[in-house]
């Protein structure tokens, strides 16, 4: 066997402790516009599926429509009925399913698919108009509150009987949102409280006791049901947590904004939260401190807010005068990344933002009555090539251990260099674990053939080794084998036929779970 299979093991250990990533992200450019959509009546309300793809959005007039973030041609609408206002309205992660409410007491749950006409899955009937719906990330559990007091729970995949539990309160219900996984459901009513359930049970109410009665206008919760925000028309926003005491006096903290809290939005870990008031004051909060991060007050009234899921975006929409006006903010920077009127003498704004901030979908109730897509950002994928060179050397390493088996390469003078233990942290791997992690053979070889030279692939004469282990040190030393330079491994592979060299992969790959 060749000399060679001693720096498999030193390069190994440089790899071990190399972040591993063929692709690099760079975010770059300022909101713009994609497209827009003049509705034939005012957008009442609108939601994004996690990643942007769908847009969906209903109208005054009953309409339900469905976008692709690529065209501004509805891919389907449906017609609940001429005048009856669609309230509410959700759309899964995937954009597979979309479920709404509609003042003519119904709740419709249809899928994505472009059929003419189309038809609801199903549909609920309940004794008064719907107020608001909520669906579950994947789609399969939904709820829905009316003005009568009654929440509705749904398991959406049993079609021809849908509704799963139903729980009925003495007061009017005026806000609902869902956990991500559907567990747990939380409602806002209008005499200062909030009611949180499972899907089977009623887990506990929270009372203000204000001395003037109020209402939850506006409730959001965190995507594993941990917590929840709400806002209210007492000017204050609360922040609770599913295991909150009923008996407890106080939230986990409260915040006076000076307003009615119009609109409220929390990121999925429940970190950040992000509210509006009818004074035009919108702020964003850690979850750690009642006092916001930074607030900006520009509008005369907030009408509705969004956050991204992973917290690192947020939107507005309000009023300015008779101008709609969308301000769309990094979550560092109480300075908007942009803003844009949208619409003229507003009595309402819609808006939703994708899971990852990238798109933000607005629906306006105006003079012009339009569903705005904007693309906050862009998104450029690239090869990080420093790290493609710790690839390289790991890849070239392990095949330059087996390369006795295979190929005939000249010669190299031999060297009286053994390895030594480095002191530091010891630790284990096995050729296998390694190569699972390396990526595609194919665009590892294609690497080897753009570069031409060994300079081409990565700054080697930078690179440091890392500490090894005792016993890893051991198990080299009792191969009695001379370690290659990195770089002059390097060039023996790169002076090898395209041929070859697959050969040489395609056995490493085949001997390397029984190296180590």
């Keep these: 066997m060749k000399k060679r299979i001693g720096i498999i093991f030193l390069i190994l250990s440089v790899f071990f402790w190399m972040p591993l990533s063929f692709n690099t992200t760079s975010v ?5 516009q994609i497209w827009y959509f003049i509705a034939p009546e005012t957008i009442e309300c609108v939601a994004i599926s996690a990643d942007g793809n769908y847009i969906v959005a209903g109208n005054d007039n009953g309409t339900i429509f469905l976008f692709e973030k690529s065209n501004n041609a509805p891919l ?15 759309i899964s992660d995937d954009g597979s399913y979309i479920i709404s409410g509609s003042v003519n ?7 994505n698919s472009i059929t003419s006409p189309k038809f609801p899955l199903w549909s609920n009937s309940s004794s008064n108009p719907i107020r608001a719906v909520a669906l579950s990330s994947d789609g399969k559990n939904a709820a829905a509150i009316s003005t009568g007091g009654k929440l509705s729970i749904f398991d959406t995949e049993n079609i021809s ?20 996984d559907g567990k747990y459901i939380v409602c806002g ?3 200062s409280k909030v009611h949180f359930y499972n899907t089977s049970d009623k887990l506990w109410t929270y009372n203000t006791f204000a001395p003037i009665t109020h209402t939850f206008n506006t409730i959001a919760i965190s995507s594993d049901g941990e917590y929840i925000v709400t806002g209210s028309d007492d000017y204050s926003i609360y922040l609770l947590n599913k295991t909150f005491p009923p008996a407890l006096k106080s939230p986990l903290w409260s915040n006076d904004t000076g307003d009615d809290v119009e609109s409220v939005d929390i990121s999925s870990d429940g970190s950040y939260v992000a509210s509006g008031n009818s004074q035009g004051n919108f702020s964003l909060f850690d979850k750690s401190n009642s006092q916001p991060l930074w607030s900006h007050s520009v509008c005369e009234e907030i009408y509705s807010v969004a956050i991204s899921g992973d917290g690192n975006f947020a939107v507005y929409g309000g009023n300015l005068l008779t101008a709609a006006m969308v301000y769309i903010f990094g979550r560092d920077n109480p300075n908007p990344m942009f803003s844009q009127v949208v619409d003229q003498n507003v009595i309402d704004i819609s808006v939703a933002i994708s899971a990852n901030g990238r798109y933000v979908a607005i629906g306006t109730s105006g003079d012009n009555n339009r569903l705005y897509l904007y693309e906050v950002y862009s998104v ?8 493609v060179g710790g690839v390289v050397l790991v890849v070239g390493g392990i095949a330059g251990g087996l390369a006795g088996v295979r190929r005939r390469i000249k010669k190299r003078r031999t060297r009286k260099k053994r390895y030594k233990l480095i002191s530091g942290p010891s630790i284990s791997l096995t ?3 390694i190569l699972k992690d390396v990526g595609n053979k194919e665009s590892l070889l294609m690497k080897f053939q753009e570069a031409k030279t060994a300079q081409n692939i990565s700054p080697i004469k930078d690179i440091v080794l890392t500490p090894v282990s005792a016993g890893f040190v051991e198990k080299v030393d009792k191969l009695r084998l001379e370690p290659l330079e990195m770089k002059e491994f390097l060039e023996e592979m790169l002076a090898l036929p395209p041929i070859e060299r697959n050969e040489i992969i395609d056995r490493m790959l085949l001997v390397s779970g029984g190296a180590a």
Excluded at 28 to 32: A, I, L, N, R, T
Excluded at 76 to 90: K, L
Excluded at 172 to 177: D, F, P, V
Excluded at 380 to 387: A, T
Aim: cysteine-free; charged content about 10%.
């Design 105 to 111: 007491n119904n709740v419709y749950f249809f899928n």
């Design 76 to 90: 389907w609408e449906y017609q609940v009925g001429m005048g009856n206002t669609i309230t509410s309205i959700a």
């Design 28 to 32: 770059s450019g300022v909101p713009s």
């Design 431 to 433: 050729p296998i674990d």
């Design 161 to 180: 009987s849908p509704l799963l539990n139903s729980f009925t309160e003495t007061s009017i219900l005026s806000s609902l949102a869902i956990s991500s």
């Design 189 to 191: 009513d209008d005499a």
């Design 380 to 387: 450029q994928v690239g090869i990080d090539w420093l790290l």
